[in-house]
């Protein structure tokens, strides 16, 4: 599959995925507002029908303290006769209104005595002595109801909130009207007065979820100014929210995960591609590397083959150095190869033992400075750590140093002779080694990936540089062994730095 084909394949399914979430996440904040909605307005209706409720509970105090006994009595004085008394409840929710109707008869007389007097008044007259009786009656206890109105309307707004309201019935009030609208859960109140002072706070009063309150003038017809007013909160109302859209947030978890296994599913995939293309850069490396000392090789027996060549010792001497020189060469890469093999299936086995880093710089310094000089080009060093012994495998760290100094020589600068420059230090517990040349240097891109098996960094027009893109990899992973670390610095132009932190040999 092409690369371009993958990539619109990624980008579509990924688009696929980030609008599935971002729908997903969409519908749970508009269910999350809807929710609030619902129960901000659920609550404006509580406590609407608490403050009638305290409005209602005021006038049917005031009608049983003006409607008193002593009015009462009054009354059936200033009408005579026997008062009979008829009791009527209104109930109005959370409240109760009881009135007293009292209607008058004419006493009762011995039957002798109506007989006497049967011709003075007829049944007619009786019925309507008996209309009058009622409609009086009516005159006065509407006229009652109206002085009651008009105290309060004059009296009652200049009372304190104290004496106008029943705390414990309001806390009653909250609790029944509230789970009549569907909210059962707990709520916290206080009441402020006219004077925008606290009156009240319930005893187990929180702060918690103060910040979104709700409020309710107590007595909706008292002047604006001079309104008490109830403010409720709900400590548990984020909870109460989260948990009605709680059921939308597995699937929300599950598109996450969904995309998070796309998106790494797709990284595998280019990872895959990647690695496939270096393996066929290592291939044709290979071969090239393999063609040249077999093309060598072949050419020298085909010379041996010559008789002038077996007359000149020299000449056969020569040939036979060739020869023996591409074998060499030719076993070296293949035991490259083996080696990073072996490498991946288990780790290397060490040789471990006691070694004087500075001593052994120094010889491979020596044995190296030759292929320097081939291209006008020196080599120098600052030996310079006090404590150089280090417990190390001797063939392996040997390795590591000629291989950074091989890099230095490859990617060494045409028109610039090459200088190098080996340093040793310690610095907390560790030796520290660094090789620096100026040779082409590494784009910044490109310098975290020169540890990668089979990576190469191109080098633009120069085709003269061999290798199967091992020889890093291979440093890399003997100074891991070696429980050390190794980094690089480079800028292009300008050279590369690479710095192998390696452990001190303990006493």
């Known amino acids: 599959m092409k690369k371009s084909t993958i990539w619109l394949l990624g980008v579509v399914m990924g688009l696929s995925f980030l609008s599935l979430l971002y729908l997903q996440i969409s519908y749970i904040e508009e269910m999350v507002k809807m929710r609030n909605e619902q129960f901000d307005e659920a609550v404006k209706r509580a406590l609407l029908a608490v403050s009638k409720n305290v409005e209602t509970a005021e006038v049917t105090r005031w009608l049983q303290e003006d409607m008193s006994e002593a009015e009462k009595i009054a009354y059936e004085q200033s009408q005579g006769g026997v ?5 009527f ?25 109506i007989s006497r007097k049967h011709g003075e008044k007829t049944i007619p007259q009786t019925s309507r002595s008996q209309t009058e009786l009622i409609k009086n ?22 009372l304190p909130i104290e004496k106008r309201v029943n705390f414990k019935h309001l806390d009653q009030y909250l609790n029944s009207n509230l789970i009549d609208n569907g909210i059962d859960m707990e709520y916290h109140f206080r009441v402020i007065d006219r004077d925008g002072k606290e009156a009240y706070r319930c005893s187990d009063y929180v702060d918690e979820g103060s910040e ?5 003038p107590l007595f909706l017809n008292d002047p604006p ?20 859209v709680s059921f939308m947030i597995p699937s929300v978890i599950f598109t996450f995960v969904l995309l998070i296994t796309f998106i790494f599913t797709i990284y595998i995939i280019f990872r895959q591609k990647k690695l496939t ?8 490396n290979m071969t090239h590397e393999f063609k040249t000392p077999i093309s060598t090789i072949s050419l020298a027996a085909q010379m041996l083959q010559d008789p002038a060549v077996g007359k000149s010792p020299t000449m056969f001497q020569h040939i036979s150095g060739v020869i023996n020189d591409e074998t060499k060469r030719l076993r070296f890469q293949v035991e490259k190869v083996l080696q990073m093999s072996m490498f991946d299936r288990q780790k290397a086995t060490l040789k471990m033992k006691e070694l004087d880093c500075n001593e052994l710089i120094k010889g491979v310094v020596n044995t190296f400075a030759l292929k320097v000089e081939r291209y006008n080009g020196k080599i120098d060093t600052e030996l310079d750590a006090t404590n150089p012994f280090i417990s190390a495998d001797e063939m392996h760290i040997t390795n590591v140093i000629f291989n950074l100094m091989d890099n230095a020589v490859k990617y060494k600068r045409p028109d610039v002779d090459l200088e190098l420059l080996v340093k040793t230090w310690n610095e907390q517990g560790r030796l520290m080694i660094s090789v620096q040349d100026n040779g082409i240097g590494i784009k910044k891109e490109n310098l975290k990936k020169i540890f990668d098996k089979f990576y190469r960094v191109h080098t633009g027009n120069l085709h003269d540089v061999k290798g199967f893109g091992l020889g890093l990899a291979y440093v890399r992973k003997i100074i891991q062994d070696h429980k050390g670390t190794i980094r690089a610095e480079s800028e292009p132009n300008v050279g590369t730095k690479f710095i192998i932190a390696l452990p001190l040999l303990k006493n």
């Open 83 to 87: 008062v009979r008394t008829r009791h």
């Open 225 to 244: 100014a001079r309104m008490s007013v109830v403010v409720v909160h709900f400590p548990g109302k984020k909870d109460y929210i989260s948990d009605s």
């Open 89 to 113: 409840r209104m109930t109005l929710p959370h409240s109760s209104m009881e009135f007293q109707v009292f209607s008058t008869q004419p006493q009762e007389l011995p039957k002798a005595a």
């Open 212 to 216: 979104n309150s709700y409020s309710q």
């Open 277 to 284: 293309e270096m393996k066929n850069d290592f291939i044709n």
């Open 137 to 158: 009656r009516y005159i006065y206890q509407r006229a009652l109801v109206d002085e009651v109105v008009w105290q309060m309307i004059y009296r009652a707004k200049d």
